[in-house]
């Protein structure tokens, strides 16, 4: 049994080596064990060194025929040092040789200022990025930080634009409340004024002050009287700068004046409200005027009180010099004059003073009557216990600017009253004078909001402010406050209107800024900024009232020395890009824009169509172009419209999708306002009406429409269909806009794929038909095929190299 088993694997092993000596493609070779296992070993370490990639490369590429080792060897020879070396110089005689140099330093030339352009365009991208960036940070920073601010801030560029979203921000439901609207509704009336150039008579804060009285609001209703106190001032120029006008004595003394008037009005309805709450003890009897007024109050006033310190007797049961005191303080000078006439003849000298302070109240003493006045003063009043007297005197120009009167002046507006008095009194020692810069410096630095408590007493500190003509000041802190926000905006555009308000030089200054040329303590308030965080809130909402707001700042400029109503207006239709609301819409049947919002204010320095055109520029800049073409087509600027259709067609006209489909309706309206406008330029409107085209070829091809689609690239006249075309569409291509050119790839490919198909559908046909009719049919595609491809060899625009491959491939596959 052994025997037979060694006998069958003896045939086996002998039948094996037959069949291995028979075989004459591979060597035979003879290999002892220890050979082969030194031989396993090398390949072990080959392997372990060089790593399993490499083999499996090698056996990738030797499946194919390539001997990657070789390839190895020669890519390591190459050397790539020489490529961008200076050339050697040649000797003068060698043309050939000085011809190739100068052709190949032509050449690394270009490709060295290429580069050069291409690093300098990429850094100053970056940079301005940066900037814009940077602009936007600081606007933001500013609008927050809407503080006072000590310094002026002189901002080089313009404000950056949020960035527009893909999607519009609709107009959707109002954003102002009752009050808001109710002072929208006066700023629209007052606008329609004046754009029929027949602005109101009437002061716009007066009616202000009527809308602020509906509110009910008692607070409120005082502001705007204070408002229109303070306004109510001979007219100033408006090119006059409203800060250098208050320092005119003539208009600072107006404004002292309605500062006074004011505190004297409202102390001596405070007067009556007192005597009229109690007439019993007020015994003031039925007589009117202001001295039984005054006595029923002095005896309210001073009831119970320790009347001991009181000088020079009384007269009708009260003390006299609180009769002349509380007279002068409710603003009737005549009836002080009457209680000293009462009270005898020691006062003779004083009487004399008051009748000429009452005949010239903003003008000094004589000499003579200063002199006396003075004398008694220092002789007589400054140490006197009568705490009235002395204030009396202060009132009529002899005073001690160091007593601040505190018996007698125990609220604000007694102090503040007294303050405005004494300004008047230009003693002979101008060291212990008492200016309005002083008052005014007093109040807002060296006391401030701490010593008023302003955020518990807001009406009183903006009372003391704008009584001194800091209307600055006081409206930036009302904007401070939510509550009374709205009405410092409309008090702003109220003063403006009078030319009132101080506005600083540079619009992107802080809301809060100080001028180094204004005398202190004058601050700037920034209109613009003011009124735009206020339009802020509801622009998008109710654009309508946004842009009558916008149009209190048509005089003013931006930094680059634009309209600031036209710049805003540019803003609000990037933020919204409800262009048609804004501007209106074009007919394409008649070229007829419909009105808009903003041709209402038109003017010789407002144009709705150049501010067409700035928002149509701006949205070119984000790459917005379906936007700029609406924008454009608005502003009448067909060339243009055209212009961008075709970049964005080029871009699409091939291929699906939602802007295609949008492009699709939009051509309709571009070609029919072609059909009733003057013709742009004809080169473009060629490659307009060839896109076009290009874009029914497409759907035709899509569709599988093969012969309708040729008869349409054929009425195109961009690719030629026929031999005796070539030369006349290749000089067009060579006159064609790059638009076209750069469809002419997918234009050229489409063919192919036409071609190809018919070949195929010929091939199919081929035994119905006859073998004349087959063979036609064939030598034209073949034809066909070698027309495009000598077109596409021919033409000066270089095309991607799947495109040159597709066509000769579809002309091999044509035979």
Not at 349 to 367: N, T, V
Request: with cysteine.
């Amino acid at each position: 049994m052994a025997d037979e088993d060694f006998s069958k694997l003896l045939q086996q092993a002998e039948q094996l080596t037959t069949e291995i000596e028979g075989n004459e493609e591979l060597p035979r070779v003879e290999r002892s064990l220890g050979q082969v296992l030194e031989a396993s070993h090398e390949l072990y370490s080959r392997v372990i060194q060089s790593g399993a990639n490499d083999i499996q490369a090698h056996l990738l590429f030797g499946s194919k025929g390539i001997d990657l080792q070789q390839i190895s060897q020669k890519l390591e020879t190459l050397s790539s040092k020489r490529t961008f070396e200076p050339l050697q110089p040649i000797a003068d005689s060698d043309i050939e040789s000085f011809l190739k140099n100068e052709r190949e330093n032509a050449i690394l030339s270009l490709i060295d200022e290429v580069n050069k352009n291409s690093l300098q365009t990429t850094e100053d991208q970056k940079w301005e990025h940066m900037l814009s960036e940077w602009n936007k940070e600081k606007i933001k920073l500013m609008n927050a930080m809407i503080g006072p601010s000590q310094n002026w801030l002189d901002l080089k560029r313009a404000p950056e634009q949020p960035s527009i979203a893909d999607t519009p921000k609709k107009f959707g439901h109002s954003m102002l409340d009752n009050i808001e609207a109710a002072y929208a509704r006066q700023v629209q009336l007052y606008n329609k004024l004046v754009f029929q150039g027949a602005k109101s008579k009437t002061a716009l804060c007066q009616k202000f002050a009527q809308v602020a009285e509906e509110f009910n609001d008692p607070k409120v209703k005082e502001m705007w009287e204070i408002i229109k106190t303070m306004a109510n001032i001979p007219a100033l120029v408006r090119d006059e700068d409203p800060l250098k006008a208050r320092g005119n004595p003539t208009i600072q003394q107006c404004l002292i004046s309605q500062g006074k008037k004011y505190l004297e009005r409202r102390y001596k309805q405070y007067m009556s409200d007192v005597v009229r709450a109690n007439p019993g003890a007020a015994m003031r009897g039925g007589e009117p005027g202001t001295f039984p007024l005054v006595r029923g109050f002095v005896g309210l006033r001073l009831q119970g009180q320790n009347t001991q310190g009181l000088t020079d007797g009384v007269i009708d049961d009260r003390p006299l010099w609180p009769m002349v005191y509380y007279c002068l303080r409710s603003g009737d000078a005549n009836a002080a004059l009457h209680c000293l006439r009462k009270a005898g003849r020691d006062h003779e000298e004083f009487i004399a003073a008051l009748e000429e302070y009452i005949r010239e109240p903003e003008k000094p003493l004589s000499d003579k009557l200063q002199t006396a006045i003075n004398f008694q003063y220092r002789i007589q009043v400054r140490n006197s216990t009568d705490p009235y007297k002395r204030a009396v005197y202060s009132v009529i120009r002899c005073c001690d600017v160091s007593d601040e009167h505190s018996e007698v002046a125990r609220t604000a507006d007694d102090y503040l009253w007294l303050k405005l008095s004494i300004i008047k009194t230009r003693p002979n020692n101008e060291s212990e004078s008492f200016s309005y810069s002083d008052l005014q410096k007093m109040i807002l630095e060296e006391y401030g909001e701490t010593h008023y408590h302003a955020y518990e007493k807001p009406l009183v500190y903006f009372q003391v402010l704008t009584l001194t003509g800091q209307f600055e000041p006081a409206i930036e802190f009302l904007s401070r406050i939510p509550r009374y926000q709205v009405h410092g905006v409309h008090m702003a555009l109220a003063l403006h209107d009078v030319y009132m308000l101080g506005t600083p030089r540079n619009v992107q200054a802080p809301l809060l800024s100080v001028d180094t040329d204004d005398p202190i303590p004058l601050r700037r308030l920034n209109l613009a900024r003011l009124i735009l965080l206020y339009v802020r809130k509801f622009e998008l909402s109710d654009p309508s009232d946004a842009l009558h707001y916008y149009f209190f700042l048509r005089n003013l400029k931006d930094p680059s020395g634009k309209n600031l109503f036209m710049c805003c207006c540019t803003d609000l239709s990037l933020e919204s890009r409800d262009y048609e609301l804004l501007f209106g819409k074009m007919d394409p049947a008649t070229g007829l824009r419909s009105t808009g919002l903003l041709d209402q204010f038109n003017n010789p320095n407002i144009d709705n169509t150049v501010i067409a055109l700035n928002v149509a520029e701006q949205l070119v800049n984000k790459g917005l172009f379906e936007d700029a073409i609406i924008v454009y087509d608005i502003a009448g600027n067909l060339e243009k419209v055209l212009e961008l259709f075709c970049v964005l067609l080029a871009q699409v006209v091939s291929s699906g999708g939602a802007l295609r489909e949008r492009l699709r309706s939009l051509s309709e309206h571009v070609s029919r306002r072609l059909r009733s406008e003057e013709l742009p330029s004809p080169h473009l409107v060629d490659a307009y009406n060839k896109l076009c085209k290009l874009m029914t070829f497409f759907d035709q091809f899509h569709a599988e429409n093969y012969e309708g689609a040729l008869e349409t690239i054929r009425a195109c006249e961009l690719v030629p269909l026929s031999s005796d075309e070539v030369s006349a569409r290749v000089a067009g291509a060579r006159n064609a806009r790059g638009e076209l050119l750069r469809a002419l790839p997918a234009v050229l490919r489409a063919l192919c794929h036409i071609l190809l198909a018919m070949r195929q559908k010929l091939r199919t046909a081929q035994p119905t038909l006859s073998t004349h009719t087959a063979n036609k049919q064939l030598e034209w595609l073949r034809e066909q095929a070698e027309v495009l491809n000598t077109f596409a060899g021919n033409i000066a625009y270089r095309m991607p190299g799947d495109t040159y491959s597709q066509l000769a491939q579809m002309q091999v596959l044509m035979h």
